[in-house]
Every structure is written in structure tokens, then in C-alpha cells.
């Protein structure tokens, strides 16, 4: 789709444009507080994982 191929495109020019990382720096912090709000409002703790790339997340919600 050619949406998505011009996406593609911007992503990495921004990325091009951001050699110190700070908007995927703070985007990651931002994410992870949302998960931590998430977890805490229901009351169980983070599901940390080391292979977690933070961009997604799955939730067992039956589990919780």
C-alpha cells in the first residue's frame, strides 16, 4: 500500500534527523510508564520479560 511505503520513508528520515535518540528515548519512557500505570491500576505487578522490545505488549487478561 503506498501509505504505508511513504510511513516507512518519514520514520526513517526522522530517525536520520535524531542522531542522539532523545524522541525514541523518550518515547520508550513514555511507554513504559504507561505499562507501569497499566499493571499498577490493576493492581499486579509488571510482566518484565528481557526479550520485550517495549513497541508492544501482551497481556494475558484472563491471567490478571
Given at each position: 500500500m503506498a501509505g504505508d511505503s511513504m510511513l516507512g520513508?518519514?520514520?526513517?528520515l526522522f530517525a536520520?534527523?535524531?542522531?542522539?535518540d532523545e524522541y525514541k528515548h523518550t518515547l520508550k519512557q513514555l511507554i513504559r510508564r504507561r505499562e507501569a500505570t497499566l499493571y499498577r491500576e490493576?493492581?499486579?505487578?509488571?510482566?518484565?520479560?528481557?526479550?520485550?522490545?517495549?513497541?508492544y505488549t501482551l497481556i494475558g487478561v484472563r491471567a490478571i
Open positions: 520513508e518519514s520514520v526513517e536520520l534527523m535524531d542522531e542522539a490493576w493492581g499486579t505487578p509488571p510482566q518484565r520479560d528481557e526479550n520485550a522490545v517495549d513497541y
